[in-house]
């Protein structure tokens, strides 16, 4: 096995206070990781741009501000990643799709604009499955990601740029999007801490839209600390996102070391065995996270969540059907790639048959066919009554427990080109995280162990909307532990 | 024009879709300027180009507008939900259109035409106009160009779509419904309401029945009509095609047509491939609009007084003929006219001044000039003739009608100047003054003009009239 | 036994409607894959749900609005350079078959 991952990560809450101390310049800090990124990327493959020139300028810029004494945010020469899905103003951005390569955008999306503000330098834009359509990283037009604890492994998806870019040490942070477990399924495949907020609690404006009703973005990081300091600046009301929550949540960090022994833990039994395909190894790891819980002086207990069986079958029409009106405007005419035609249409059709990979036109056919007349009330109706169904089993175990347990992704990393072919054994990879992101709650995936085979294994924290602080509180405990 | 229409026992139906553009600063969901004649594309941003990533935030003012409207056709206002209508179209930037569908803003209303009929208002939803697509090659038509350009300036700005039920009988219905339609509009002050321009656009769903059946035929719908009086061929043209297909024992098919003003016929839009399924689903980029109580409340007490209210209270305190009430409610002039007959103008000539001497506005006048004009003029203090002229005055600069006279010189001729003048006149012509006494009116002109002259058309016609048959009489 | 749940001729349609052209051998391909995925979702079509209210939000959030007040926009140099043809200023597209829908 080949590893690309470094013995020790060094996390960016102390790059910022090194960096901010003037104890070490933030130029340094990037030369270090353009060096490392130089020496493993054409492995590793996280990147579909590395901003060298930007990322010098921001460095700078930042070093100055901090020699002539001005206030630095909190992620001051912190290097950062951004999937390719997230709108960086004039750095290209393609969604890793032909059909966008090389566009420039003329706007930063928020959470960059929050980044930047923040004084993190954005180091780059990395890999996913093309608009975010994937669990492998394998469907980008620009190449695989390859998973840093093994080359010959997926990264997991869709955001697997992140996740592996984290990994191999080329940023301590980077950013994903997760609208099934696009955040949270890489990062546990590829042993890193991944976190996808409560839906309306960080601004999708400047996010690609994939199916804008379950898009939510979020920070990987190498410690749960880390992802909630990076959760904070990113986060908060956004005026240009309609679907941003005004309430502000109570800092994430505040109750991050207390104990959890007055808490109740919910284990999700159908996803602990219950539902067939999650192997035997992932379902101990998860376990053996709840012994810790209940050593730390939880309560914890097995709990039902019956709506969970039908999730994948709700998400692959919900998201498909939203997915097909989102990619509509990839028509050949404003932006991007045009394949020429006789007239309009054909120019159309030649664009987008040209410019779009098998599995997103698979999912645009299929929510076209879940949306069309006559076929509309059977599923996408259907589809999104369960997804009430499902809000309705969370309510009511969240009356009871603070917080869920489970697995993040059914088993550790698969070998590349292994699921490709089938459809539908990929989709099962989002089984344990597709709940969360059809009823908009927050959720994180911590490493915790290995699978046999030496591979990061996940585990998952499940927690009501806007209740992030204790859901940080238990993934701090776990990590402790795991430690 | 074939007037098959109005025999062989055939009924029109027709409803209609009105679409009129608001008049909000911004646009429906960004805040882009509204606004129009400006370089193409340059009232653009991420938003409304549909570059990947932006997000519509909706605009409070085109709501408040559109419920504002609802009230006024009598609709519920209601908890609504924008829905996405998917086509491709390179107008549209996003390749569908925010609307909403199943649940609008504003369902059930009813319009009430100055005949007193009413039409039944089926919904009043919110949605965002398209881009502008121009034909570049010889024809300057869609079909036939080599391309077209694209300009999106428009694109987004925010649209009411007012559709009636199919309640419509005669042309001349379909037409006062526009205008009244409009009248409402331009009294909330939420568009322009110019046809010509485009910031209402009438689309006609048309069908026929013969008279007695209950059911509904196939309708077509009618686009692309820019006047009422293409609204009306169009219908015609439209009608009498469905009654001669019906007659060769063929029918219509439901389908989107297109009138040609200059061939003065409809065609047909599309092929049949493209068979409508817009797949209408949730706007998962917006959340719900809920208004409270409190703001339907406050939007039916705000409510300006609408063209029908404005003229049935003109007609009631003038007596005036029902045309030139509907005139100058629609020259928004009624509460001008009200005000100046509450200040003592004669509502009658009050009228009549308004809509043949102030058609191209009222300018500087105020209400109180003119009731008190009017009030000279009934004193025979000035002429008609004096009036009118001093109208363009009061019009152009303000003023009050006493100063301007004046100024003029327009001062009133005393009553005993002009019977000296006459008496005078008698004495030279008295061969004249014999012939009109025995009758010949036709030398009464002679002796009102010669009056005239010497008062350089000073003198009141009447009472040189008046002074004319008092000294016949007399004799 | 599984049903075929969607026909070679019903991809064909949603292809069109979607703007895409597929090979014999893709529609046979997407034809097969489609109807694997939405077998599976025969549980949930099957499920009954008549008094459950559909929920195509994960939000409860009502009334997001802004005001009518303008804001920056874009000049037509920050995004006509990256538009596939151009002319006045305006985006260029080939003939269009048809009248405007």
Known sequence: MSSMVPDQYQSASEIAELVTTGEISAIEILERHLNHIEQYEKDVHAFNLVTIDEARAAAEETDKLIAKGERVGPLAGVPVAVKDNLCTEGIPTTASSKILEGWKPPYDATVVKKLKEAGATIVGKTNLDEFAMGSSTENSAFGPTRNPHDLSCVPGGS?????????????????????????????????????????????????????????????????????????????????LDSTSIKQTSNSFLEVLDKDISTLKVGVISELMGGIDGITREVIEQANKAVSVLSAAGAQVEEISLPAALYCLSAYYLIAPAEASSNLSRYDGVRYGLRIDGANLNEMNVNTRTEGFGDEVKRRIMLGTYALSAGYYDAYYGKALKVRRLLAENFAALYKEYDVLLSPTSPCTAFKLGEKVSDPMTMYVNDVCTIPSNLVGHPAISIPFGHGQDGMPIGVQILAPPMKEPVMYQVAHTLEMAAQ | MNQEIFKDNWELIVGLEVHTELATKTKLFCGCLNQFGNEPNTNVCPVCLGLPGSL???????????????????????????????????????????????LPTNLEGYLELPSGETIGIERAHIEEDTGKTTHIGTSGRISGADYSLVDYNRAGVPLIEI???????????????????????????????????????????????????????????????????????????????????????????????????????????RSKEDAE????????????????????????????????????????????????????????HDVFALDVIRRGGLPDQVVKHLVNNLSAGLGELTAESLAQLVQMENKSEITSTQAKKMLGELVQRGGTPAELATELGFEAIETNEIENLVDQLINQHSDEWERFCSGDTKVQGFFVGQVMKATSGQADGKLINQILNERSTSK | ???????????????????????EDELSRFTEQLGAILNHAEDVEALELDDTEPMSHPLPIENTMREDTPSPMLKPSDFLPEAPAVEDGRFLVPKILGEEP
């Open chain 1, 159 to 239: 955001s697997g740029g992140s996740a592996a870019a984290v990994a191999a040490g080329f940023a301590p942070i980077a950013i994903g999007s997760d609208t099934g477990g696009s955040i949270r399924q890489p990062a546990s495949l590829c042993g890193v801490v991944g976190v996808k907020p409560t839906y309306g609690g960080v601004s999708r404006y400047g996010l690609l839209a994939f199916a804008s009703s379950l898009d939510q973005v979020g920070p990987f990081a190498t410690s749960v600390k880390d992802a909630a300091i990076v959760h904070e600046v990113i986060g908060g009301y956004d005026p």
């Open chain 2, 56 to 102: 519509p935030v909706v605009n409070e003012i085109a709501v408040y507008f559109a419920m504002q409207l609802g009230r006024a056709l009598h609709c519920s206002v209601n908890r609504s939900v924008f829905a996405r209508k998917n086509y491709f179209y390179p107008d549209m930037p996003k390749d569908y259109q925010i609307s909403q569908y199943d």
């Open chain 2, 163 to 269: 559709v009636s039920k199919p309640e419509i009988r005669t042309i001349e219905q379909a037409k006062a419904y526009v205008s009244e339609l409009r009248g409402i509009i331009l009294a909330l002050e939420i568009s322009d309401a110019k046809m010509e321009e485009g910031s209402i656009r009438v689309d006609a769903n048309v069908s026929v029945r013969e008279i007695g059946e209950n059911d509904l035929r196939t309708r077509c719908e009618i686009k692309n009509v820019n006047s009422l009086k293409s609204l009306g061929r169009a219908i015609e043209y439209e009608a009498n095609r469905h009654i001669g297909l019906y007659k060769n024992g063929e029918s219509p098919r439901q389908e989107t047509r297109h009138w040609d003003e200059n061939a003065g016929r409809t065609r047909s839009g």
């Open chain 2, 277 to 332: 399924d817009y797949r209408y689903f949730p706007e998962p980029d917006l959340v719900p609009l809920n208004p409270s109580e409190e703001t339907i409340t406050k939007i039916d007490q705000e409510m300006p007084e609408l063209p029908s209210k404005r003229r049935e209270k003109l007609a009631n305190l003038t007596g005036v003929k029902p045309s030139d009430v509907a005139l100058l409610v629609e020259r928004n």
């Open chain 3, 1 to 23: 036994m599984m049903s075929e749940p969607i026909s070679p001729e019903e991809v064909a349609h949603v292809a069109y409607l979607a703007r895409l052209r597929l090979t």
